[in-house]
C-alpha cells in the first residue's frame, strides 16, 4: 500500500508557470494514462516539455520542476507517495484542492493550465480528450460554476469565440494576458451565455451612449416579432467546427498516450 507524506487542504493561491505546468501534467496524466500514474519525476518533466497540448513550450530540468513540485506540496495540492518500488512519485489533489469540483472541472482547468488563454471552443475539444462535454452548452454551465468561484476569468464580452483563462494566475501576469488581448483593465461578466441582441429603434442618442448610467431600461419587443432561423450554411458551419474540435481532442489524446508510453519506456 502507498504511504503518503501529506494530506490536501490548503487553500487555492496564485501559481507561477512551473507550477501551473507541473499540476496541469499531473491532472492531465492522471485523466489519459492512468495506469502510469502516480507520475515519476522524470515523467513529469518529460511532460512538462512534451511538444504537444502545451503553450508555451517549455523545456524545465529537474530543478525547476523538483521545486515547484516542493511548493505544491507545501500548498496542498500535490503529495509525494511511496509504491512498491523505491522511486517516489507524485500524485495532486485537484478535486480537493479546488473544493469538491466535478471531473469535466477539473478537465477544462487542466487545460487552461496547460494551454493559458483561448477560446471556449478550443477549450471544449481540448478538455473532451479528458472528460467528454457533448456540447458548448454544457461547457458553459460548467464555465459559468466555475467562474462564481473564481476559477476561470473571462478575458472577452459574452459571444462567439469568448476567451478565457483560468484564475491561478498573479496579478501580474493577468494584466500583461489582457494587455496582449487589447482589453488592458478591464473585466468582463461571469455568465458564459451568449447575449441576446438589444432591440434596435426606441433610443435617443444620450440614452445609447450614455457608459455611466447605471440604470437599466427594459424595452418591450415589438408584438408583431418574427424569429427568423439560421441560415443553413451557418448551421453546416457550427457542425463542422465541433466536428473538428472533436477530432483535435481524439489526436491530442491519441498523441498523450504515445507520450506516455515513450516516458515509460525511457525510466
Known amino acids: 500500500m502507498d504511504s503518503e507524506t501529506e494530506r490536501p487542504g490548503s487553500r487555492v493561491r496564485p501559481l507561477d508557470a512551473v507550477e501551473r505546468r507541473v499540476l496541469g501534467v499531473l491532472i492531465e496524466k492522471g485523466k489519459t494514462t492512468p495506469e502510469a500514474y502516480p507520475l515519476s519525476l522524470n515523467a513529469i518533466i518529460t511532460g512538462c516539455n512534451q511538444k504537444n497540448n502545451?503553450?508555451?513550450?517549455?523545456?524545465?530540468?529537474?530543478?525547476?520542476?523538483?521545486?515547484?513540485?516542493?511548493?505544491?506540496?507545501?500548498?496542498?495540492?500535490?503529495?509525494?507517495?511511496?509504491?512498491?518500488?523505491?522511486?517516489?512519485?507524485?500524485?495532486?489533489?485537484?478535486?480537493?484542492w479546488f473544493?469538491?469540483?466535478?471531473?469535466?472541472?477539473?478537465?477544462?482547468?487542466?487545460?487552461?493550465?496547460?494551454?493559458?488563454?483561448?477560446s471556449e471552443g478550443d477549450l471544449r475539444g481540448r478538455a473532451s480528450r479528458m472528460d467528454p462535454i457533448a456540447d458548448l452548452q454544457i461547457l458553459r454551465t460548467k464555465l459559468d460554476g466555475l467562474a462564481e468561484r473564481g476559477l476561470i476569468i473571462w478575458l472577452s464580452p459574452p459571444g462567439r469565440g469568448r476567451v478565457l483563462t483560468h484564475g491561478l494566475l498573479p496579478e501580474e501576469k493577468l494584466e500583461k494576458v489582457r494587455a496582449k488581448l487589447g482589453v488592458a483593465g478591464q473585466s468582463f461578466p461571469a455568465?458564459?451565455?451568449e447575449p441576446v441582441p438589444a432591440p434596435t429603434g426606441g433610443f435617443d442618442d444620450d440614452q445609447e451612449d450614455d457608459e455611466d448610467d447605471a440604470a437599466t431600461v427594459a424595452v418591450p419587443r415589438p408584438a408583431a416579432s418574427v424569429a427568423v432561423p439560421p441560415s443553413?450554411?451557418?448551421?453546416?458551419?457550427?457542425?463542422l467546427v465541433e466536428k473538428i474540435a472533436a477530432l483535435e481532442g481524439e489526436v491530442a489524446a491519441l498523441r498523450s498516450r504515445l507520450d506516455a508510453l515513450e516516458s515509460a519506456l525511457g525510466n
Open 54 to 96: 502545451r503553450d508555451p513550450l517549455m523545456n524545465v530540468d529537474e530543478d525547476q520542476v523538483g521545486r515547484a513540485l516542493e511548493t505544491l506540496r507545501a500548498a496542498g495540492v500535490v503529495a509525494e507517495i511511496y509504491g512498491s518500488g523505491r522511486v517516489p512519485r507524485y500524485r495532486h489533489y485537484g478535486y480537493e
Open 232 to 239: 443553413a450554411p451557418s448551421i453546416a458551419l457550427a457542425a
Open 191 to 193: 455568465g458564459a451565455s
Open 99 to 118: 473544493g469538491g469540483i466535478e471531473k469535466e472541472d477539473l478537465s477544462i482547468l487542466a487545460e487552461l493550465l496547460l494551454r493559458g488563454e483561448q
